[in-house]
């Protein structure tokens, strides 16, 4: 049973840029959450998503991001027209419901010049 | 609101030294606590957890109680060795037995040398 994949592992973007970062939760699971780890900083939760809905967005800048997990294939966290201080690992989890512990993935590290 | 503070490091200790990581919270209601670990590179994996008062929870030979009294969930192990080196991280949920939106602090880098 395959873990939590996340792609790329690695993503470079120039400022003003899209990023797009993929998140493949377990098999069974269908809970997705998705955390930001700043430099120096422990992690942010961002968005709590089930299969397509969005349960808890309370994390999320208000501007320029976004998140879906659809009824097929990965969720997605999208960041359009990027700027630096968006570079920071990002952190996918899954769950197969709320009173289980999570599976995290092993980030995406997002670096905008 | 709800709230982790930890020791911040970077730490360095020799190989079967003593560790003791120390965690406090604030939170509303009776939430459930959590160590995670991540080594270089790595996602976090979780450690150990506990989720009502005066509960332990172990794993690898390390080892954390629930305090309700002291607000407290320190993380300890009686002899590092060098595969312990990572960054460790105490966490809560505001939901006893739940997981949802977790909370971190800050983490902290242990090095361990041979």
């Known amino acids: 049973n395959a873990g939590v994949m996340q792609n ?6 120039r ?8 998140c493949s939760p377990m098999k069974g699971h269908s809970h997705v959450y998705w955390y ?3 430099p120096e900083e422990g992690l942010k939760f961002m968005v709590y998503l089930q299969k397509e809905n969005i349960i808890d967005e309370s994390g999320m800048p208000k501007e320029r991001f976004s998140a879906e997990f659809p009824k097929e294939g990965p969720s997605i966290l999208r960041i359009q027209q990027v700027v630096r201080g968006d570079s920071a690992a990002y952190f996918c989890a899954s769950s197969p419901g709320t009173d289980y ?3 995290f993935g092993s980030g995406t590290r997002l670096t905008v010049v | 609101g709800n709230s982790v503070t930890q020791m911040e490091g ?12 120390n965690c406090t919270y604030t939170a509303t209601g009776y939430p459930s606590l959590f160590w995670y670990v991540q080594y270089p590179g790595e996602g976090l994996q979780l450690l150990l ?4 008062a005066d509960d332990k929870g172990s794993n690898k030979g390390f080892e954390a109680t629930y305090r309700k009294e002291t ?11 060098v595969s312990d080196s990572a960054v460790y991280f105490c966490a809560l949920s505001p939901f006893q037995g739940g997981s949802e939106k977790l909370v971190f602090g800050k983490g902290m880098k242990l090095t361990v040398n041979p």
Not at chain 1, 15 to 22: M, P, T
Not at chain 2, 11 to 21: G, N, Y
Not at chain 2, 71 to 80: A, C, I, N, P
Request: aromatic share 6%.
């Open chain 2, 10 to 21: 970077p730490v360095t200790l020799s190989e079967e030294a003593f560790l003791t990581i």
């Open chain 1, 8 to 13: 790329p592992r690695h993503l470079v973007r």
């Open chain 1, 15 to 22: 400022r003003g840029q899209e990023a797009r970062l993929r």
């Open chain 1, 36 to 38: 930001r780890q700043l």
């Open chain 1, 101 to 103: 512990g999570y599976t």
């Open chain 2, 49 to 52: 957890k506990a989720t009502k």
């Open chain 2, 71 to 81: 607000t407290s969930f320190h993380l300890e192990k009686g002899s590092v060795q």
